[in-house]
């Protein structure tokens, strides 16, 4: 019995001993894995999916017949397609809700129990599957997430279809929006008769927030795009956010500035509506190019960070690109513009293979139709455009937008040592003035590269004949091919990049801008009506979000990502010391229980009598 006893405490001090091994280096694993930040995601390229709509099997098919009710996409469909995503530039995923919905919401908008994964799209494990696949291939996914609202409700009254907010008490009393100056109204009465949430209701407010955590531990998505924002007070997404605990960007369907962005604060980001009009004005719309500009003064007024908006031409809630404008060259000016201006781009899934669907649901086409064309010369174009920013690395995306030419047809930029020349005409002739360039240097035009131009008296002549755009960057020794920029402009303030684009404004154009007199009002503009976010008039609702304060020194962005740089070299540190701890603990370990394992066997009947 002794004998018995020896062998097996030898045995449990082995067991143990390997489950606090596989304890540690699980705690080690997640010390490594930290969230991705606002700024990391600034490198990144957004490619906008509708579950449903993107891919049934990874095959083509005949196109969905009714695009109000489930056409068949799945995660594993997406997964079968990552090639396809890879292929065309992008870094990122926005996928479509993921919850159980309620009857025909296949946009996943209209959630029925937000602990269920929605069966139309597949499993848990195809979703677990889904993001692991794409992180093997350094795709980022980023998932919808609807906070404000329930599905369609079956009996009006009636909660108990809903999980786990089955209760009256967990919504706000029944009301309708109708005036959209009141943003009381807005924040706690029905949008299109949704129930919607209390989240001044502690169990409401405790349960979304720790779902939101566990959808992350989870899956382990890198970001989350936050639903009709706008609709529920910014306190809760403050809170809401953090227990996320990955980059938040939130969707206020509203070209108001400011209104926008009171909510950088309580998230990481909006998307970027307000420019999104601006685009349209000068893109689709042939309006003067300096829409795009006046958005933009007024944008580094009031965000403390531009450079994480959310920039779109086309989505699900609003007519695409080419149902508006067909001209497919419009298009491309439109598409370099926020490839390469500051922000980041999100490309809505089809754009590249020309759709050009008008209102939802019209505008919701299934990608299956196109045979997922990658010879297609949007897809091609695309891919060349992010080819190079990827290239260019932080060269582009981590240098300060420096807006070098504007007038009614033209819109000239910079960022770092690429120069990037968009206009809404067939032909343009432009002297634009630069900085940073020697004389005699030679720029090679991304797109193409036979079309060269060379800095004299720090300016180039650019010749547009054919409508497309320009994107200018560095040649190489030979002159013949662009080189990808090796040096990046530090990223500066939003106050700084603001009074340096006047300056470059003033110098190029004779025009003199005071940032000191900069307001955001909003530009006049039309909006679209959507599905789950309803338009906005012109008059800006009251009260406003608090504006958030203005960064410390200790949050310049050059300080942030040195702090950054020390953190992360100190929890790698930290990490390995660990990791050696553990080791050598182990080792201890073992032999001891080994030692003790023999010991006992050598003392063993059954061994002596043998």
Known sequence: ???????????????????????????????????????????????????????????????????????????????????????????????SPIVENTDNGYHGYWAKNINNVNSHFGSQQDLIDLVNACHQRDIWVMVDVVANHMGNQQTQGDFSEFSPFNQQAHYHPTCQIQNWNDLHEVQFCRLANLPDLNQENSFVADTLKTWVSSLMSTYGFDGVRIDTVLEVPPTFWSEFAQSAGVFTIGEIDNGDVALNAGYQGPLDSTLNYPQYWGLRKAFQEKQSMTNIQQVRQQELSAYKDTSVLGTFLDNHDNPRFLNINSNQIALKNALAHIIFSEGIPIIYYGTEQGFAGANDPDNREDLWRSGYNTNSDLYQYIAKLLSFRKTAGGAVTSAAQTDLLIDDQVYAFSRGKLVVVTTNQNNAQRTVSLQGFNDGSVLVNVLDANDKVTVSHGSISVQIQDGLPKVYAASTADGNQPASPVVAKPHITTKELQQEAANKHTQTTGVHTNTNTMTATKPPMTQTTATHSAPLPTATPQPLPPSPPAPSPSLHPKTARLDQTMQAGMIFAITLLLAVAIGVGYSVLTFYANRDADVELERSPLLVNK
């Open 1 to 95: 019995k002794k004998s018995e006893t020896g062998l097996t405490h030898a045995r449990l001090i082995r067991t143990h001993t390997m489950h606090a091994m596989r304890l540690l280096v699980l705690i080690v694993c997640l010390g490594l894995t930290a969230a991705r930040s606002a700024q990391e995601w600034r490198s990144r390229v957004i490619y906008q999916l509708l579950t449903d709509r993107f891919s049934i099997d990874g095959q083509g098919h005949n196109a969905c017949s009714d695009l109000h009710t489930y056409c068949g996409g799945t995660f594993r469909g997406i997964m079968d397609k990552l090639d396809y995503i890879q292929g065309l530039g992008a870094t990122a995923i926005w996928i």
